[in-house]
C-alpha cells in the first residue's frame, strides 16, 4: 500500500474543482521544488557531484513529496495501487524530461549558479505542465 500523509481526517475525494486544485497544485510543487533545488544545487556544488547525479537525487526527493502531498491534499484521492502505478510511470517521463533538459542545458551554458537556476527552472516548468494534466486528466480519475 502506497505511504500516505495524514494531513487532515476529511473522507477523500476528487471532487475538488479546478481552481482549487491548481491553486494547491503550485503551492505543493513551490515547496517541493525548493527541496528539489536545494539539494540539486548542495549535491553539484558542495559535493562536486555530476549534472545529472545531482539534479536526479534531487528530483527523487522533490517528486516523492510532492506526490504525497498532492494526492491526500490537491486531488483528496483514495490511497490506490493502480493510481501509484500509474504516478510512478508519469514520475519516470518527467523524471527524463526533467533530468535530461537540465543536464543538456548545463552541459550547454557555462558553469555558474545563475544558469543552474535557468536551467532548474526550465526543466521544472517542462515536468511541472505535464505532471498537472496528467494528473488531473488521468492519475486521480483512477478508481
Given at each position: 500500500?502506497?505511504?500516505?500523509?495524514?494531513?487532515?481526517?476529511?473522507?477523500?475525494?476528487?471532487?475538488?474543482?479546478?481552481?482549487?486544485?491548481?491553486?494547491?497544485?503550485?503551492?505543493?510543487?513551490?515547496?517541493?521544488?525548493?527541496?528539489?533545488?536545494?539539494?540539486?544545487?548542495?549535491?553539484?556544488?558542495?559535493?562536486?557531484?555530476?549534472?545529472?547525479?545531482s539534479k536526479a537525487l534531487g528530483f527523487l526527493l522533490g517528486t516523492t513529496v510532492a506526490y504525497l502531498i498532492n494526492r491526500r491534499w490537491t486531488f483528496r484521492a483514495e490511497p490506490s495501487t493502480a493510481r501509484f502505478i500509474a504516478v510512478i510511470v508519469l514520475y519516470a517521463v518527467t523524471f527524463a524530461v526533467n533530468v535530461g533538459l537540465y543536464a543538456w542545458l548545463s552541459s550547454l551554458w557555462e558553469d555558474g549558479l545563475l544558469y543552474s537556476a535557468i536551467a532548474f527552472v526550465i526543466a521544472q516548468g517542462a515536468a511541472t505542465v505535464i505532471n498537472f494534466v496528467v494528473q488531473r486528466a488521468v492519475i486521480f480519475r483512477i478508481r
Open positions: 500500500m502506497p505511504v500516505e500523509l495524514p494531513l487532515d481526517d476529511e473522507e477523500a475525494s476528487t471532487d475538488v474543482d479546478l481552481k482549487t486544485q491548481l491553486i494547491r497544485f503550485v503551492i505543493t510543487g513551490a515547496g517541493s521544488a525548493v527541496l528539489d533545488f536545494g539539494l540539486t544545487i548542495l549535491l553539484q556544488y558542495a559535493l562536486g557531484a555530476p549534472y545529472a547525479l
